[in-house]
C-alpha cells in the first residue's frame, strides 16, 4: 500500500482520536460515555499500532512525530492518575500514619536531637546568662525581655488575628523548610533541627533566670505543645527523605527516595495541621486574659491529644495486648 | 522506561502497556528559568492583589489587623502552595509552563498527582539553595538524565516540552518537470527505508531550501541515483529525488492523475475546535499554484508551527 493511500484511510481515525483527547483534556466535559470510552481506546490502540508500524509503512518524519505526540496524548487519558479522595486521606492521617510513626526511627531521632539540645541549651542558659548572649547577642535577649516585661492584658480579636497570620506564615514556613532541608541526605534536616532547639532552647533557659518569667512561662504554656511536635514532626518527615537516600533498604537510591517522598507527604501534612492549630492558640489564647489555669488544662488537653493520637492509634495490639 | 545508554538528546522514549514506544522531550534548566520567571511576577501579581484586596476588606470591617493576618496567611499560601495548586488544576502546568508550553508529567509518563505536584514545589526549598541562586537544583538537573531538580528527583516527576505537530502527511508535488520523470525511473526500482526517510525528509523541506542549495543537498543521493537509473546528465538531481518520492508514496497512477486529496493534514483539532482560523496550506492543493510555493512558504512558515519551516 502506498503512503498516500495509507495516511487517508488512518487520517479519520487520527483527527477523531485528536478530538476526543481534546475533550478529555477540558475538565468541564472529562466524563465519555461507555461507548465512547470503548471507541477510544480502540482508536487509541489503533494509532499505537500505527506507530508501532511507522517504520514499516514508511510514514514520513513529520508523521512520525505528529504520532508520537498523538498517542503521548491519549496515552495520558488513558492511563491517568488516581484522584484525590477524602476517605483515603482521612484513613490515612488517622490510622496509617500514627502507626508509622509510631514506629519510625526518624520520629524518634528527631525527637531526641530537639529535645537534647533544647533541654541542653536551656540548662546551660539558665547556669549562666552568658551563654544566652552568645547565641542571640544580648540585644536581642533584651529584646525579648521587654516584650514580655508586661503582664498579659490581653490583645483584641483585632490584633490576635494578625498574630495567629503572622504565626501561621512564620512558624509554618519554618517547619516546610525543616522538611526540605531534610532532603539534603538527613544533614540538613538534621542541622535545622539542632539550631531550632539550640535558639529555643537557650531562649527558655535565660527567660526563666529574668524577671519576666511568669509572663513569658504563661504565654507560652498554651501553645507550647503543639508547636513543638510540629516541628519535631516535620523535621523526622525531611530526615526520613534524608536517609531513604543513604539506607536504600536494598531498592535503588531513586526508587528509595521516591518511595520514601511518598510517604513524607502525610507526616509534613500532619506537622502543617499542628503548626496552624499552635498558631490559632498562640495568637488567640496565649496572650488573652483568659486565667492560667484554663490556658494550662489547653496545654494538658493537646498534650493528651497527641499522646492519644502516637500511642494508642499508633500502637493498637500493644494496647489490645494491655487491656 | 527509560533506556539510558541510548539517549542521544532530550528525547526520552517511552514504552507504554501496549508496547509502543513513543517519544517526550525533557525540558532542561534553561527552557524551565523563563517559565519560572513568569510565574514570579504571576506570584507577585496575586500577592500584592490579595494585600490590596484583604487590607482594604479588613479595614472596612473595622478590623485591619484580621486583614493583615489574613494576608499573611493567604501569602503563605502562595508563596508555598502557587505551583502545586496550579499544576494539580492544569495537569501538570503552571500559568508560566502554559505560556512556554511545559508540562510536568510523572517519570513513567503519567500526569502527575496532587500529591506530586505540592511536594515538588515544598522541595524548591531546597533546590533554591543557596540564597535563590537555585545553584542545587542546577546541579540535580546536569547529574540527571532527565534534567529533574531534586524536588523531581524525589517526587519521580521531569518537566518535558510539549511540541505541537500540527501537520503531518506527504507533501505533493506539481511541477511537470517531476512529473514527466517518474517515467523514467525503471519499474523494479523500490525505495529502501531509510532512502525513504531521506527522501521524504527532503522534500517537505524542500519548499524552504533555495534553488542553487537544492542540488547541492539533493546531488549526494540524486547522482548515484541517475546514474542507476542510466538518465542524461543534465537532468535535475531535484527533481530527481522528487520524482522517486512520487513514486514511492504515491505510486504512477496518482502521480499522473495528480489527484490525491490528502496532500496535507488536519489542523490541530483544539485550534479548529477554538474557533481559531487553521494556519495557511504549507502544501498547494491546486496544480496552478505550483510556482507560489516557494515563495509564499518563505513568508509564512516561521510563523507556521509545522516542522517545515526554516
Known amino acids: ?323 | 522506561m527509560a533506556q539510558p545508554g541510548r539517549q542521544l538528546d532530550t528525547h526520552f522514549e517511552m514504552v507504554t502497556p501496549e508496547n509502543i514506544a513513543f517519544q517526550y522531550r525533557v525540558a532542561g534548566p534553561f527552557q524551565r528559568l523563563p517559565a519560572y520567571l513568569f510565574d514570579l511576577m504571576i506570584q507577585g501579581v496575586i500577592i500584592v492583589g490579595g494585600f490590596l484586596l484583604l487590607v482594604l476588606a479588613g479595614s472596612l470591617a473595622s478590623m485591619p489587623g484580621g486583614g493583615i493576618g489574613a494576608f499573611l496567611v493567604f501569602f503563605f499560601f502562595v508563596n508555598w502552595f502557587y505551583g502545586g495548586i496550579f499544576e494539580t488544576l492544569l495537569n501538570g502546568q503552571t500559568p508560566g509552563k502554559r505560556i512556554l508550553r511545559l508540562r510536568v508529567i510523572s517519570v513513567d509518563g503519567q500526569p502527575i498527582n496532587a500529591l506530586q505536584a505540592i511536594l515538588r514545589n515544598l522541595l524548591r526549598a531546597v533546590d533554591l539553595l543557596p540564597l535563590y541562586t537555585y545553584q542545587l537544583g542546577l546541579f540535580s538537573a546536569i547529574l540527571t538524565e532527565r534534567f529533574q531538580r531534586l524536588g523531581d528527583v524525589a517526587c519521580g516527576t521531569m518537566v518535558i516540552v510539549e511540541e505541537p505537530q500540527y501537520r503531518y502527511g506527504v507533501a505533493r508535488i506539481v511541477e511537470p518537470e517531476v512529473l514527466a520523470l517518474v517515467a523514467a525511473i525503471p519499474p523494479n526500482f523500490s525505495v529502501s527505508r531509510t532512502l525513504g526517510v531521506a527522501l521524504s525528509s527532503y522534500v517537505l523541506r524542500r519548499p524552504s531550501i533555495p534553488w542553487s542549495r537544492r542540488v547541492q543537498i539533493a546531488r549526494h543521493v540524486g547522482e548515484p541515483l541517475r546514474e542507476q537509473f542510466g538518465l542524461p546528465p543534465t537532468t535535475n538531481v531535484d527533481h530527481l529525488l522528487c520524482a522517486v518520492y512520487q513514486r514511492a508514496f504515491f505510486g504512477e497512477t496518482e502521480a499522473a492523475a495528480g489527484t490525491n486529496p490528502f496532500a496535507v493534514a488536519a489542523p490541530h483539532a483544539r485550534q479548529a475546535a477554538a474557533g481559531m482560523p487553521a494556519p495557511a496550506a504549507v502544501f498547494v492543493p491546486e496544480p496552478a499554484a505550483a510556482a507560489v510555493v516557494a515563495t509564499h512558504l518563505a513568508g509564512t512558515s516561521p510563523a507556521s508551527p509545522s516542522e517545515q519551516g526554516p
Open chain 1, 1 to 323: 500500500m502506498r503512503v498516500a493511500e495509507l495516511l487517508a484511510e488512518r487520517r479519520e481515525n487520527w483527527r477523531e482520536l485528536e478530538g476526543v483527547c481534546v475533550q478529555l483534556e477540558s475538565r468541564r466535559q472529562r466524563r465519555l460515555g461507555a461507548r465512547a470510552i470503548t471507541r477510544f481506546a480502540a482508536l487509541y490502540r489503533g494509532a499505537c499500532a500505527d506507530l508501532a508500524l511507522a517504520d514499516a509503512y514508511q510514514l514520513p518524519p513529520n508523521t512520525v512525530s505528529y504520532l508520537h505526540q498523538l498517542v503521548g496524548r491519549a496515552h495520558n487519558q488513558l492511563y491517568r492518575a488516581r484522584s484525590f479522595q477524602l476517605s483515603s486521606w482521612t484513613h490515612e492521617m488517622l490510622v496509617a500514619l500514627p502507626q508509622r510513626l509510631y514506629h519510625d526511627n526518624c520520629l524518634r531521632l528527631a525527637f531526641v536531637v530537639f529535645w537534647g539540645f533544647f533541654l541542653a541549651t536551656m540548662f546551660l542558659s539558665y547556669v549562666s546568662p552568658n551563654f544566652a548572649a552568645s547565641i542571640w547577642t544580648q540585644e536581642g535577649l533584651n529584646q525579648m525581655e521587654e516584650m514580655h516585661s508586661q503582664s498579659i492584658s490581653g490583645k483584641g480579636l483585632n490584633a490576635g488575628s494578625m498574630s495567629v497570620g503572622f504565626y501561621v506564615q512564620h512558624n509554618t514556613s519554618i517547619g516546610l523548610q525543616c522538611f526540605a532541608f531534610g532532603l539534603l541526605l538527613g544533614v540538613g534536616g538534621l542541622l535545622i533541627t539542632i539550631s531550632n532547639g539550640i535558639l529555643l532552647g537557650s531562649v527558655f533557659g535565660y527567660m526563666a533566670t529574668t524577671s519576666v518569667r511568669d509572663n513569658f512561662f504563661q504565654f507560652v504554656t498554651a501553645h507550647g505543645p503543639f508547636e513543638l511536635t510540629a516541628i519535631v514532626i516535620c523535621s523526622a518527615a525531611g530526615m526520613r527523605l534524608g536517609f531513604a537516600i543513604v539506607d536504600t533498604k536494598g531498592l535503588t537510591r531513586y526508587d528509595s527516595l521516591r518511595l520514601a517522598t511518598r510517604e513524607a507527604m502525610p507526616t509534613v501534612v500532619l506537622g502543617m495541621i499542628l503548626f496552624f492549630l499552635a498558631a490559632c492558640i498562640e495568637g488567640l489564647i496565649s496572650p488573652s486574659q483568659l486565667p492560667y489555669a484554663l490556658k494550662a488544662a489547653i496545654a494538658v488537653a493537646s498534650s493528651a491529644i497527641l499522646v492519644l493520637y502516637f500511642v494508642l492509634h499508633g500502637n493498637p495490639q500493644g494496647n489490645r495486648l494491655a487491656t
